[in-house]
C-alpha cells in the first residue's frame, strides 16, 4: 500500500507570499498518476494538477506542481485571498486504488 | 456542464446500512467514457476512497471497507449508488461522489494514460447515532 505524507500539517502565509507544499510517496510511483486538490471549508474538493504537473481545466498559472519518485510538489507563486484553503494530494493505482495524503492546511499569518 | 448530487438519510442506526445515491446530471453514465467513485471525509479528517463503479457494474472497493461495501448503477435514471452495512460511529462523515476521468499527459518521452478525479458531488452529511 502506497502512504503519501503531506508537509507541513500547516503552513501560515501572508497574501502575496509564495507557498511550497510536500507530498511523499512511501515508494517509488509514477509522476503520472499523482494529483493535487483544494478544498475549502464546506465545499467538494477542486481537482488543480493531475499527473504531477498539467493543471486542470481553469486553473490559474499561479498553480504548479512538479516532482518525481517519491518527492512531489505544489507551489503556489504568490498567494490570493481565495487559495487559504486545505490541499491534498492523491495516487492512483495501488491498492486501495485511489489513495490521499492527509492534507495540509494554508493559513493567513 | 456536468454535476453530481448525493442525497439519502442524513441519520442511520449503529449496525444499520447506509445507503447513498448520486445523481448526475449533464453527462450520461452509459457513454462508458467513465468511472464513478465515492469518497468520504469524517468531520476535521482527510479523504477516504471507498470505491469505484463502472457503467458495466464493474467495480473496485477499497479493501479496509470492502466486506461491507456493495455498489451499483441504474443507467436509466442515470445514478449510481453506495451501501454501507453494519456501520458504527466511525462511519459518520461527509460522503462525496465524484467523476473518475482520465487523460493523456507527457511522462519523459513517452504519452501516458493518467487519471484524476475532475468533477465531485457536494457532499452528503451520514451521522450514525441511535
Known amino acids: 500500500e502506497i502512504v503519501l505524507t503531506q508537509s507541513p500539517g500547516t503552513l501560515s502565509l501572508s497574501p502575496g507570499e509564495r507557498a511550497t507544499l510536500s507530498c511523499r510517496a512511501s515508494?517509488?510511483?509514477?509522476?503520472?498518476?499523482l494529483a493535487w486538490y483544494q478544498q475549502k471549508p464546506g465545499q467538494a474538493p477542486r481537482l488543480l494538477i493531475y499527473g504531477a504537473s498539467n493543471r486542470a481545466t481553469g486553473i490559474p498559472d499561479r498553480f504548479s506542481g512538479s516532482g518525481s519518485g517519491t518527492a512531489f510538489t505544489l507551489t503556489i507563486s504568490r498567494l490570493e485571498p481565495e487559495d487559504f484553503a486545505f490541499y491534498y494530494c492523491?495516487?492512483?493505482?495501488?491498492?486501495?486504488?485511489?489513495?490521499f495524503g492527509q492534507g495540509t492546511k494554508v493559513e493567513i499569518k | 456542464q456536468v454535476q453530481l448530487q448525493e442525497s439519502g438519510p442524513g441519520l442511520v442506526k449503529p449496525s444499520q446500512t447506509l445507503s447513498l445515491t448520486c445523481t448526475v446530471s449533464g453527462a450520461s453514465i452509459s457513454s462508458g467514457l467513465y468511472y464513478w467513485s465515492w469518497i468520504r471525509q469524517p468531520a476535521g479528517k482527510g479523504l477516504e476512497w471507498i470505491g469505484q463503479i463502472y457503467t458495466s457494474g464493474s467495480t473496485n472497493y477499497n479493501p479496509s471497507l470492502k466486506s461491507r461495501v456493495t455498489m451499483s448503477v441504474d443507467t436509466s435514471k442515470n445514478q449510481f449508488s453506495l451501501k454501507l452495512t453494519s456501520v458504527t460511529a466511525a462511519d459518520t462523515a461527509l460522503y462525496f461522489c465524484a467523476r473518475d476521468a482520465s487523460a493523456y499527459v507527457r511522462d519523459n518521452s513517452r504519452s501516458t494514460k493518467t487519471y484524476f478525479m475532475d468533477v465531485w458531488g457536494i457532499g452528503s452529511t451520514v451521522t450514525v447515532s441511535s
Open positions: 515508494q517509488s510511483v509514477l509522476s503520472s498518476y
Open positions: 492523491q495516487y492512483y493505482g495501488y491498492s486501495p486504488l485511489w489513495t
